[in-house]
């Protein structure tokens, strides 16, 4: 009986897995097909890429009198970096509709790669202005998205309010724009991976029950935007893992 049980189970577990890889390839194709009509350029990049790799990888073997044993891996490392391609061109497309978006900051934090502890809207004004809290090895960092003149009296109040509980941890400021100063919504990422790190696993786990007792403050603002195409930031994510 058990034994009969594991085989439905296993049998169900295979038939998951068949239509999960069904999903991510039916999302690739939808977000290949809606890139390719904004961007005209797509088709002949990815190709290029692909025969210049390729080439590359094949006369590399003629110089080493194994041109027919590299060619396959050529290949593989063209339509790799055909794909890499086409993952990038789809992010640099959805930030650029996301960007001056109520809500942008709270949706790209959403998307952060790693172990980011993103608390979304931990203040806000009812202009839609908001501050997000992100907890990682650099410490505390407060994202604030809206119009300058009110993000940074926002952003001054919650770094005092952290203050009294995180002692000597760094609090970090960040204003996502495009002025000088701030971190335009597409570098946000990047600017998050260049921070020092100054906390292990271990005390980012304290630092976040600490903070955990923290209400959030301010007006109700949304957990971020769905900008159009959106969809195609998590198929670049399902590519990259690919």
């Known amino acids: 009986m058990a034994e009969k049980r594991d085989k439905e189970a296993a049998k169900q577990a295979k038939k998951e897995k068949r239509a999960a890889g069904k999903?991510?390839?039916?999302?690739i194709f939808q977000a290949f097909h809606m890139q390719r009509k904004e961007d005209k350029a797509l088709i002949p990049l990815m190709l290029g890429t692909f025969l210049v790799i390729a080439g590359l990888v094949f006369l590399l073997g003629m110089w080493l009198g194994i041109k027919w044993l590299l060619l396959p891996l050529g290949i593989l490392l063209g339509v790799l970096g055909a794909i890499i391609l086409f993952g990038r061109r789809v992010q640099k497309n959805v930030f650029a509709?996301?960007?001056?978006?109520?809500?942008?900051?709270?949706?790209?934090?959403?998307?952060?790669?790693?172990k980011w502890r993103v608390t979304q809207?931990?203040?806000a004004t009812t202009q839609l202005d908001a501050v997000h809290r992100v907890l990682g090895g650099p410490g505390v960092v407060l994202v604030a998205e809206g119009a300058p003149h009110r993000v940074k009296n926002l952003l001054s109040q919650e770094k005092k309010r952290i203050a009294r509980l995180v002692g000597e941890t760094p609090i970090y400021e960040v204003i996502i724009g495009d002025e000088e100063g701030q971190?335009?919504?597409r570098k946000l990422q990047n600017h998050l991976m260049k921070l020092p790190r100054n906390l292990k696993g271990p005390q980012v786990d304290a630092l976040e029950t600490k903070l955990s007792a923290l209400g959030n403050r301010g007006a109700a603002m949304p957990k971020g935007p769905m900008p159009q195409g959106a969809k195609m930031r998590n198929v670049q994510r399902t590519v990259r893992r690919r």
Not at 23 to 27: H, N, S, T, Y
Not at 97 to 114: H, I, S, T, V
């Open 97 to 114: 509709k996301a960007e001056g978006q109520p809500g942008a900051g709270a949706w790209a934090l959403d998307n952060l790669r790693g």
């Open 23 to 27: 999903a991510r390839r039916g999302q």
């Open 121 to 123: 809207t931990v203040a």
């Open 183 to 185: 971190v335009p919504l």
